[in-house]
T-cell receptor, first 109, second 112 residues
C-alpha cells in the first residue's frame, strides 16, 4: 500500500526565516511526486511535479527536491502570504494520488 | 481558462438524509476525480473516471455512495443515507489525461 508521511505537522516561522518541509514516501512505481498548497476553505492549488531522483523545481520562494525516498519543499525568506497547508502526494498505479496529512505553515510578520 | 467548478459550496443535512454534489471539470479534461478530505487529513480518492468509465472506485463506500459522469463531462456524487462520519469536504479534480490534477473549491458537508 502506498504511504506518504509529512513532517512537521505544523511549522511556525518568522518572516524571512528559511526552512524545509519533509515528505517521505513508499510507493510501488512512482509516477510523480506532487506538491500542492491549500488555503483555508479552498481546494489544493498545484505547485510542482517531480518525476525522478535529483530533480529540482523552483517557483518564487519555493524549491522542491526529490530523492528515492523523500522530497523536500524549501522555503527561502518566507512572507506572511506563504502561510498555508502544504500537501505532498505520490502518483502510483493508474496515477492514483496518495496524499500525506500536510504541513500547516504559519509565517509571522 | 476556467477552473473546476463545484456546487453547492456548503451543505448541512441530518443523518440518514441524502445529498448530491455537482462538478464541472476544466474543459477538455478527460479524467475526473472525487476526493473526501476529513478535517486535518489529506484528500482521499473516492472514485476516478476516464471519460464515462470508472477507472478506480476501490475506496468508495458503495453501500451509500454513488457517482456518475454522464457524457464524459459533468459529474455528480451522491450520498444516501448520510452518516455523521461523512462530514468532510468533498473535492473534485480533473486532469487532461493521467497527469497533474487541478482541484475545485470543494463542498463542505456537515451531517448533524
Amino acid at each position: 500500500e502506498d504511504q506518504v508521511t509529512q513532517s512537521p505537522e505544523a511549522l511556525r516561522l518568522q518572516e524571512g526565516e528559511s526552512s524545509s518541509l519533509n515528505c517521505s514516501y513508499t510507493v510501488s512505481g512512482l509516477r510523480g511526486l506532487f506538491w500542492y498548497r491549500q488555503d483555508p476553505g479552498k481546494g489544493p492549488e498545484f505547485l510542482f511535479t517531480l518525476y525522478s531522483a535529483g530533480e529540482e523545481k523552483e517557483k518564487e520562494r519555493l524549491k522542491a527536491t526529490l530523492t528515492k525516498k523523500e522530497s523536500f519543499l524549501h522555503i527561502t525568506a518566507p512572507k506572511p502570504e506563504d502561510s498555508a497547508t502544504y500537501l505532498c502526494a505520490c502518483g502510483g498505479s493508474n496515477y492514483k494520488l496518495t496524499f500525506g496529512k500536510g504541513t500547516l505553515l504559519t509565517v509571522n510578520p | 481558462e476556467a477552473g473546476v467548478a463545484q456546487s453547492p459550496r456548503y451543505k448541512i443535512i441530518e443523518k440518514r438524509q441524502s445529498v448530491a454534489f455537482w462538478c464541472n471539470p476544466i474543459s477538455g479534461h478527460a479524467t475526473l476525480y472525487w476526493y473526501q478530505q476529513i478535517l486535518g487529513q489529506g484528500p482521499k480518492l473516492l472514485i476516478q473516471f476516464q471519460n464515462n468509465g470508472v477507472v478506480d472506485d476501490s475506496q468508495l463506500p458503495k453501500d451509500r455512495f454513488s457517482a456518475e459522469r454522464l457524457k464524459g463531462v459533468d459529474s455528480t456524487l451522491k450520498i444516501q443515507p448520510a452518516k455523521l462520519e461523512d462530514s468532510a469536504v468533498y473535492l473534485c479534480a480533473s486532469s487532461r489525461s493521467a497527469d497533474t490534477q487541478y482541484f475545485g473549491p470543494g463542498t463542505r458537508l456537515t451531517v448533524l
